[in-house]
């Protein structure tokens, strides 16, 4: 497989992956919106503009590629209207199947979400046989992400589709230019009192889930689904961690479960009002309260990654933030 085509890779993922790929000798083609911003400027690429929930546009970007990963997806979780998500996650999805269905494509890598797999607990963390069970966190991300997951599972089994499926956690690490997981990091920053959830997530470097994506092209078993996932920490340790990192000493405050439970619901009921979606709502506020642990053993063993410390992921993509002005 020489030449890949990543959708969405003007994003956090599909820019670190697209480097990751040229450093691996492949040639590299991106698809991104006419008016998509943060263009990987730094390596030799084609680039082809078109929508991911156009049929069309997706043919021809697919058209002359080896392989697809395909990274493009609504990941916001407030602000969005719930068409957006179905338009980009699950329409986009299908279009990309169908293009590497009819182009012969010799493998897809999909990119999901390991919320798409049901969490675990810190002394037995979820792998990808754990069952999907968000579905009363009422999160159209998380729904959509898992419709276009089983579609691509299911196109495996009943087309052929040469395809894998990659379910890896939160994301830390250098170029987050909009940002977007690098927010935690942000709000962690240059405050003197800093409130803290109840729950806790497995935490990833990006440079990590890019090696991952890439071995998956030539080592991941059609039809199989991999975590990569590297370190489960509380909030309350995450932030102890960054504080350590960054040299700053926050008072960490604790956010008892059932405020932000409540503050959620009373969220989404004035987001209804509003029709909206307010950042703290039901699905938010559910989320920051469950205990997010999941294990990259699989990963480790069939995609050959070994997963880098969160303290490092934590410490590049903060002093990325700073070199860029962010923080």
Known sequence: MKKVLITGANGFLGSNVARELYRNGYEVKLMMRSAASGITSDIP????????????????????CDAVV??????????????EYEAVNITGTK??????????????????????????????????????????????????????QQYVLEQVLQKQLPAVV????????????????????LYGMNKKVLFVPPGGKNFVHIKDVSRGIVNALQHGVNGECYLLAGENLSYKDFFKLLADVSGQKPL????????????????????????????????????????????????????????????????????????????
Not at 59 to 64: D, H, R, S, W
Not at 126 to 133: C, G, H, P
Not at 262 to 288: D, Q
Request: aromatic content about 10%.
């Open 252 to 327: 960490l405050v604790n956010i008892p479960g059932f405020i932000l439970k409540a503050g959620g619901l009373a969220g989404s009921v004035v987001g209804a009002i509003r029709r909206t979606t307010l950042k703290l709502n039901y699905a938010s506020g559910y989320l920051l309260c469950i205990h997010n642990y999941y294990s990259g053993k699989k990963s480790e063993k069939e995609l050959n990654i070994t997963y880098t410390p969160v303290k490092t992921a934590v410490a590049n993509a903060l002093n990325w933030f700073r070199e860029n002005n962010y923080c």
């Open 70 to 83: 395909h990274t493009a997806s609504v990941t916001k979780q407030w602000a969005v209207p719930k068409k």
């Open 95 to 148: 279009n990309i199947v169908q293009a590497c269905l009819f182009h012969h494509v010799k493998k897809l890598v999909h990119v999901s979400t390991a919320n798409t797999i049901g969490p675990g607990n810190i002394a037995h963390p979820a792998d990808e046989l754990s069952a999907f069970r968000f579905v009363k966190a009422h999160s159209h991300y998380i729904n959509t992400k898992y419709i276009a």
């Open 45 to 64: 690429c084609e680039v082809f503009y078109g929508n991911i929930d156009n049929a069309n546009d997706v043919l021809f970007a697919v058209a002359g």
């Open 166 to 185: 990659i379910n890896p956690t939160f994301m830390l690490g250098e170029n987050d230019s909009k940002p977007s997981s690098g927010q935690i990091i």
